[in-house]
């Protein structure tokens, strides 16, 4: 049982390279939030259009299956 506590301790300590430090993650997250707000009005702006252009899509696919 030892042995295998060593292995997935020994096993998970890579991992933790792979975690940032605690006062880098708040700069990671205010980025985060920064990247969402600015993209937030172009995604709404464009979200009707997509779908628009979809249903366009699909009804001349139903069309040409008539």
């Not at 933790?16 to 939030?33: A, C, D, G, M, Q």
């Amino acid at each position: 049982m030892l042995q295998l506590f060593f292995a997935i301790a020994f096993s998970a300590v890579p991992l933790t390279l792979y975690i940032p430090p605690i006062r880098s993650l708040n700069l990671f997250v205010e980025t985060v939030e920064n990247f969402l707000r600015q993209t937030a009005t172009y995604t709404l702006r464009t979200y009707p259009r997509v779908r628009m252009g979809c249903s366009r899509i699909f009804n001349s696919l139903v069309r040409l299956t008539r």
